[in-house]
């Protein structure tokens, strides 16, 4: 398996911007489908988005569309989530997940079978 690590999370008021990475090592990266997840205290983990090992079909759950961006740099080994507009709503520790089997569009916790220690992001209103 892959091993994931995040960064990037923090504090950031509402409407303001974070980007999360995503390091991976211990197995080619490449072979991979990416998805990010969060979890909210007292809610159960939810789909973010997910990326496929090229990066060219990516999937997005509703209420983060066209403020999250996921993307992928796998000459670096290294996933992205680019968050702008943010929310209160957004707060949560954020998780990046590895697919091995690289299918597409993978939106449930599932079908990963690697994932990071996570990252808090905090968004104040």
């Known amino acids: 398996q892959v091993q994931l690590e995040e960064s990037g999370g923090g504090v950031v008021q509402a409407g303001g911007s974070l980007r999360l990475s995503c390091a991976a090592s211990?197995?080619?990266?490449?072979?991979?489908?990416l998805g990010w997840f969060r979890q909210a205290p007292g809610k159960d983990r939810e789909f973010v988005a997910a990326?496929?090992?090229?990066?060219?079909?990516?999937k997005y759950r509703d209420s983060v569309k066209g403020r999250f961006t996921i993307s992928r740099d796998n000459a670096k080994n290294t996933g992205y989530l680019q968050m702008n507009s943010l929310k209160p709503e957004d707060t949560a520790v954020y998780y990046c997940?590895?697919?091995?089997?690289?299918?597409?569009?993978?939106?449930?916790?599932?079908?990963?079978?690697?994932w990071g220690q996570g990252t808090q992001v905090t968004v104040s209103s």
């Open positions: 211990g197995r080619t990266f490449t072979n991979y489908a």
């Open positions: 997940a590895a697919d091995h089997w690289a299918r597409l569009q993978a939106a449930t916790q599932y079908e990963y079978d690697s």
């Open positions: 990326s496929s090992v090229s990066g060219g079909i990516t």
